[in-house]
């Protein structure tokens, strides 16, 4: 069982009146900020195990659970108590790492296949989750015949850094995806692609962090997202607690308020981007995509580029979740339908590139023909 721990240092703040984009330093392709921003720590490594909040109890409680061998961390993964293909992919890795750890030794290679393919199994879609299983087994083929503490220690290393880099380049996102946010304007969005959705920070709301770090003045339009209300219950939670400005809207109002004029664009996470540029996002994105491109709003997609699957020529390829029923049929355990009715629910649906106007990376943005600028980048 994972058991709870106390948040403690579970944020960092900025401090009274600091505001702008503050100065940095690149590492590669990686922007080290010098501020820091308020940023939630959805994961981290700890000696007891991998400590991570319960995304599934928010946001009426705010609980930590630590999660002591990889069986608990693949279950914390299927069980969406953590989620969002970034901190899907840290997971893994911290996954990967506690479970070499905790092997006896005895058959190391074996325990080690073990544990990746246990992982791999939990969640189909957020390519970040085989991308981190993928590094962990280059890293452990590097160190075959070397002393099995050593191999330990090198995976937990890169576990540790895997989280690391994903909030430095979640910065950079950030960093590139500001100069598109019109000023003055609303961003809407769908589902959770913040702090929550990765080791911090954020990718979508990342670049809205960003535009109000740079001076600018918008406010968020999330929409709730069912069924799974990821919107209503985390976004909203989580832009309250940075204080900005947020409104909850049904998914079915996204038309009404990208008509009107207030919405100056569309910025939202991925779990999977194909070589042509087709994204896999929560479900209900590509209705949001389809409505902006009428009303001349543009769609931006903000993801690192290790969720980019270039192996992919389109996304019909991509393979979409398929979730409990009761999750439509209910809401917080209560029955919304009559006992007995048939539903279907993806996780996902795939948006074609024709309605994205652009991908953020942390590498640079991409804009159409995508399998020219992807591969660049990728």
Request: aromatic share 6%; net charge neutral; glycine share 10%.
């Amino acid at each position: 069982m994972v058991a709870p721990v106390a948040p403690a240092a579970a944020r960092r703040r900025r401090a009274p009146g600091e505001r702008g984009c503050g100065d940095g330093r690149v590492w590669g392709a990686i922007l080290f900020f010098n501020i820091s921003p308020a940023m939630l720590e959805t994961i981290q490594w700890t000696d007891a195990g991998v400590v991570m909040i319960d995304q599934t109890r928010l946001p009426f409680e705010e609980r930590y659970v630590t999660c002591r061998d990889y069986g608990e961390v693949a279950d914390a993964i299927r069980t969406m108590v953590i989620r969002g293909a970034p901190a899907i992919g840290v997971a893994a890795a911290m996954g990967v790492a506690l479970g070499v750890l905790r092997a006896d030794g005895g058959n190391l290679d074996r325990e080690f296949d073990t544990v990746c393919s246990t992982l791999a199994a939990t969640r189909p879609t957020a390519v970040n989750l085989f991308w981190a299983i993928e590094r962990m087994k280059k890293l452990y083929g590097s160190l075959r015949g070397r002393p099995a503490a050593e191999i330990r220690r090198r995976l937990v290393e890169e576990a540790k850094l895997v989280r690391e880099e994903d909030i430095a380049i979640n910065r950079a996102i950030g960093r590139n995806g500001a100069p598109l946010v019109p000023d003055g304007k609303t961003v809407l969005t769908h589902c959770n692609a913040g702090a929550l959705a990765t080791a911090g920070y954020g990718t979508a709301l990342g670049v809205v962090r960003a535009a109000i770090e740079c001076g600018k003045n918008i406010d968020v339009l999330a929409d709730e997202t069912r069924p799974f209300l990821q919107g209503a219950r985390l976004t909203v939670w989580e832009l309250q607690q940075d204080g900005i400005a947020a409104r909850l809207i049904t998914d079915s109002m996204a038309g009404h308020f990208l008509k009107s004029g207030q919405v100056g664009c569309v910025v939202v996470g991925a779990d999977r981007i194909a070589a042509n540029g087709d994204v896999a996002n929560k479900v209900g994105t590509y209705s949001v995509a389809v409505l902006a491109k009428e009303n001349g709003v543009p769609f931006f997609v903000a993801a690192p580029v290790s969720t980019l699957d270039l192996t992919l020529a389109s996304g019909d390829a991509i393979p979409i979740e398929q979730r409990p029923v009761s999750e439509v049929t209910h809401v917080f355990g209560v029955p919304i339908a009559p006992a007995g009715t048939a539903a279907e629910n993806p996780a996902f649906d795939v948006t074609p590139a024709r309605y994205v106007a652009a991908i953020i990376t942390e590498r640079g943005v991409a804009r159409p023909p995508y399998e020219e600028s992807l591969r660049k980048l990728g």
